[in-house]
């Protein structure tokens, strides 16, 4: 997944995150965007939009 320095905003106001994941699971990412033909970083922002979306924000 692309980082970006905090200085650089032209995506829309999005600060850069850095997601750590088990390796089984960066093959089933990579795997799905292969695909779906999507990014990794458009993946991981939509479910972790769905993810804060739903119910209480207690997360």
Do not use: W
């Not at 750590?20 to 939509?46: G, H, K």
């Amino acid at each position: 997944m692309s980082a970006k320095t905090a200085g650089d905003r032209g995506n829309g106001g999005r600060g850069a995150v850095t997601v750590t994941l088990p390796l089984e699971m960066i093959d089933r990412l990579m795997q799905f965007c292969r695909d779906y033909r999507l990014t990794p970083d458009d993946v991981v922002e939509r479910a972790l939009e769905e993810y804060f979306r739903e119910g209480d924000m207690s997360h």
